[in-house]
């Protein structure tokens, strides 16, 4: 009898193993050799060891279901397990994740310090990817994604944060090394409003300032594949999200080791991962490619540089940017010049709480100002100040001119223009030479008046004399004869 039950109490025993296939308990470590598996089997965490470098090894996250391995999240990066020490992860008490190597030396850790009691926390690898630590009511008291690597996977909310410049996504710094490069991306340091890549200290590629779009890229090669990248304003700040539909290939965003962000999906057909979008691009991407006042005109069949309205180039290339033809006399009559879909610079003051005509103002009466630019935020879902005015004062670099689809209205401080000069000249001109013409034209007209009044007094006179004039010529005649 008890042998009948006995296989139904190891299917009941491997559900049981199953169910927690997916978490870390303090009674459960993760050992070397050991996996744990997302509950829809998506990804997958454990230890393991590159090709080049069996000597040292990592605990990581990778897609399950795809049969390259790819790693979207690495907890020791910078300082792996050496071969002849193996760890092990465990989730102690306070809620934390401490990796210990052989002598029990801390590899790495989380720094929670949050003790439920109880056995009530545990630490979940989810279908997204995310690992997180769970309360007994469902609460995250930490998560993997809001420390990246090098890998955004969809429905990550990526941190814009000026501030925690841990929440960057840092490449690695080789093909098989997944220490930090000198390459990361993140929130500009002084602004939440864009996303830049950093080359150690210095912008490498930056995407312009945020003007309010609900979804500012989205990518689609056909009806089956569609990803959206949009700006999500959750209260404590703006966060960058990458959505797929349900269904969808596997899809990432990746930072590699050269400093390219690549947006990638799997093939299943060639299994392999396809590169579909890129940045930065060889030319007009590059942060200040085109130097101060130039910008690079990607609206060309090849992308040129350019110099802005009122510039020329500074020097025989653009290595210098550009320089003013004439140097703006303050409140002398200068007016803003309208540069429709540009790429907002960089380095601009963002003032809030300003209307479009307050943001003019702002630019106009501070003869320091070069260029604004407005958005009104009002159209999206957002806690914070709903207008986004930003002002220029010196420099305008890293400046774009699009095609009809991206861009926004740039609003170029210049002195008076060619044009509008000829125009002023042409508004003083045509009246004093209209008022000309119609003098001349009175004048005109009252000396062929008068003409005409001398030639009829002179034809009446002619019509008095004229009997007398027959009469002295007939009596003339008479004499004669």
Known sequence: ????????????????????????????????????????????????????????????????NIPERTYVWIANRDNPITANMPGKLVFT??????????????????????????????????????????SLNGTDIWESFHYPTDTIVPNVRFSLSSVDVTKRLVAWKGPNDPSSSNFSMGGDTSSDLQIVIWNGTRPYWRRAAWGGEAVFGKFQRNSN???????????????????????????????????????????SSTSSWTVFEKFPSPTCDRYAFCGPFGYCD????????????????????????????????CGNGESFLTLPTMKTPDKFLYIKNRTFDQCTAECSHNCSCTAYAYANLKNVNTTLDQTRCLVWMGELVDVEKFDSTFGENLYL???????SKKSTVLKIIVPVMATFLLLFTCIWLVCKSRGETSKQESSEESTVLEPFQRTWERKSRISIG
């Open 93 to 134: 008490n306070s809620s934390d994740l401490v990796l210990l190597d052989s002598t029990g030396h801390t590899i790495w850790t989380t720094t929670n310090n949050f003790t439920a009691g109880g056995g009530e926390t545990a630490a979940v690898l989810l279908d997204s990817g995310n690992l997180v630590i769970q």
């Open 413 to 419: 401080r210049v002195t008076r223009s060619p044009v």
């Open 298 to 329: 990607s609206t060309e069949y090849v992308p040129t540089c350019k110099c802005l309205d009122g510039y020329e180039p500074n020097g025989l290339n653009f290595s210098q940017g550009c320089q003013r033809k004439e140097e703006l006399k």
């Open 225 to 267: 594949f569609v990803i959206s990248q949009t700006i999500v304003d959750t209260g404590d700040g703006y966060h960058f999200t990458v959505t797929v539909p349900v269904g969808s290939p596997s899809v990432r965003l990746t930072l590699d080791y050269t400093g390219m962000l690549n947006f990638q999906r799997w093939n």
């Open 1 to 64: 009898m008890g042998m009948a039950y006995f296989p139904v109490f190891i299917f009941l025993f491997m559900v049981c193993l199953c169910q927690s296939d997916d978490r870390l308990t303090p009674a459960k470590p993760l050992l070397p050799g050991d996996v744990l598996i997302s509950e829809g089997g998506v990804f997958a965490i454990g230890f393991f060891s590159l090709k080049n470098s069996t000597s040292s090894s990592y605990v990581g996250i990778w897609y399950n």
